[in-house]
T-cell receptor, first 112, second 114 residues
C-alpha cells in the first residue's frame, strides 16, 4: 500500500500570514499531485494540481513539488479566516489513474 | 447544475439490515468511486468504476458491494452492515479515471450502524 503522509495539525496561523502545508508520498513513480480543501462537514474540493517539479501559483495558493525528495507542499499567502479547513493531499497510486490515495489531511486554523 | 447527488444524507440503522446508498451524477462522467472517511484515516477508496459494467475494488472493499448498470448511477450496497461500517461516505466522479481530472464529490452520507 502506497502512502501519503501529512501532519494532522492543527496548524494555527494569524490572519495575513503564510500557511505552509506539507505532504510526503512513498510512490516514486507518481506523476501528478493534488490538493483538496475540505470544510468541516462538507465534501472535498480540488484547489490545486501540480505535475512538474517546481512551483505552481494560482492566486494566493502556491503548490511546490520536489519529486526527488517525494515532497509536495501548499503555501497559502495572506491567510484568511475563510481558509480555515482541512487540506488533503492526494496522489494517484502507481503513477496511474485508477485510484487516488489521500493523506489524512492537515487542519488549518487561521485566527483574526 | 453539474453535481453528484447522494442519498440519504444521514442514516441510523441496525446491524444486519441491508441498506443502499445511491449516487447519481449528471456530468456524463465515466469514472465513479466510493470513499469512506474516518477520523485520522482520511479518505479511503472502497470501490471504483471505470465505466458501465466495469467495477474494481479499492483499498477497503470488505462488506460492500457496488453496481454500475447505467453511466450516471453507482449505488453502494451494504448487505449486512456492522458497527465498524459507521462512517462518512462520499461518492465522486470525474471525466477520466483517478486523478488526472478533478474529482467531483457528493455532499456525503453519514451512516451510523448500531
Amino acid at each position: 500500500q502506497k502512502e501519503v503522509e501529512q501532519n494532522s495539525g492543527p496548524l494555527s496561523v494569524p490572519e495575513g500570514a503564510i500557511a505552509s502545508l506539507n505532504c510526503t508520498y512513498s510512490d516514486r513513480v507518481s506523476q501528478s499531485f493534488f490538493w483538496y480543501r475540505q470544510y468541516s462537514g462538507k465534501s472535498p474540493e480540488l484547489i490545486m494540481s501540480i505535475y512538474s517539479n517546481g512551483d505552481k501559483e494560482d492566486g494566493r495558493f502556491t503548490a511546490q513539488l520536489n519529486k526527488a525528495s517525494q515532497y509536495v507542499s501548499l503555501l497559502i499567502r495572506d491567510s484568511q479566516p475563510s481558509d480555515s479547513a482541512t487540506y488533503l493531499c492526494a496522489v494517484p497510486e502507481g503513477g496511474g489513474y485508477n485510484k487516488l490515495i489521500f493523506g489524512a489531511g492537515t487542519r488549518l486554523a487561521v485566527h483574526p | 447544475e453539474a453535481q453528484v447527488t447522494q442519498n440519504p444524507r444521514y442514516l441510523i440503522t441496525v446491524t444486519g439490515k441491508k441498506l443502499t446508498v445511491t449516487c447519481s451524477q449528471n456530468m456524463n462522467h465515466e469514472y465513479m468511486s466510493w470513499y469512506r472517511q474516518d477520523p485520522g484515516l482520511g479518505l479511503r477508496q472502497i470501490y471504483y468504476s471505470m465505466n458501465v459494467e466495469v467495477t474494481d475494488k479499492g483499498d477497503v472493499p470488505e462488506g460492500y458491494k457496488v453496481s454500475r448498470k447505467e453511466k450516471r448511477n453507482f449505488p453502494l450496497i451494504l448487505e449486512s452492515p456492522s458497527p465498524n461500517q459507521t462512517s462518512l461516505y462520499f461518492c465522486a466522479s470525474s471525466l477520466v479515471p483517478g486523478g488526472s481530472q478533478p474529482q467531483h464529490f457528493g455532499d456525503g452520507t453519514r451512516l451510523s450502524i448500531l
